[in-house]
């Protein structure tokens, strides 16, 4: 479903050249949850917007539930995005102006061919499914930080994708709504066959996936 090939990242300014990815390869097959761990400035982040087409490698292949990804840019990959991946961060990233239920719909608004009707069918059954149906015209500010990514989960999985990145989905949350935001995923991985991969820097969280990765200093620890 994700596989990257030699991939690496140089972020270069005039002064200093920093190797934040080295030669990575990685394989995710279909249905698997992978968590990435590691210490700051790793290349944890870096290697998640890689692989969500967030940020161009500067050597290597990058394939994406089938295609091979070439120009970054360009509309076509846009909307393979938005089709294919679901994004969770740490700090949520809701729109505090919109209800939640608006939140929700907005990956759907992207899609010219479903109807407003539909847009709201489907983002009440996301909300459903995380358990915030009747919280559908409250705005962000009126909810717990648990309530919160469980809104923003809806969001990722609204349009169905095949795959969820997750940036530190439980790092700003106790460890109670920690664990059931990640019931949530793990329920979404097991029933729903969604391929996840997850930065984390909690081990707990990281041992309840399939597999950790680790990574160090931009290159994976054997
Ligand atoms: N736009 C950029 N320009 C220059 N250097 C960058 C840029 N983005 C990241 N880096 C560098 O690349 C390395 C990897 O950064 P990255 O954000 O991927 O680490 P991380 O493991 O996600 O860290 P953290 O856990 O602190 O979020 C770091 O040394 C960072 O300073």
């Known amino acids: 479903m994700i596989s990257l090939d030699q991939v690496s990242k140089v972020y270069r300014t005039k002064t200093i050249e920093t190797t ?31 692989i969500g087409l967030l940020d161009e490698p500067s050597d290597g292949a990058v394939t994406i539930a089938g295609k091979q990804v070439q120009k970054y840019a360009s509309k076509a990959t846009s909307h393979f995005r938005n089709e294919k991946l679901g994004f969770i961060f740490q700090s949520f990233h809701l729109i505090p102006d919109l209800k939640v239920i608006d939140n929700v719909e907005l990956p759907l608004l992207y899609r010219k061919h479903v109807s407003a009707k539909e847009r709201r069918r489907l983002s009440e059954e996301a909300l459903e499914s995380v358990g915030l149906k009747n919280r559908m015209n409250h705005f962000p500010n009126q909810l717990s930080g648990g309530q919160k990514q469980r809104v923003a989960i809806a969001r990722a999985i609204v349009g169905k994708p095949e795959i969820i990145l997750a940036d530190e989905p439980t790092g700003n949350l106790d460890s109670v709504m920690g664990n059931e935001v990640m019931d949530i995923l793990l329920n979404l991985n097991k029933e729903g066959g969604t391929t996840i991969v997850m930065v ?3 081990e707990n969280m990281a041992r309840r996936t399939h597999r950790l990765m680790r990574l160090y200093d931009g290159s994976q620890i054997k």
């Open 20 to 50: 934040a990815l080295n030669n990575i390869n990685l394989e995710v097959p279909k249905g698997e949850f992978l968590s990435i761990m590691g210490p700051s400035g790793c290349g944890k982040s870096t290697l998640l917007n890689i």
């Open 200 to 202: 984390t820097h909690d």
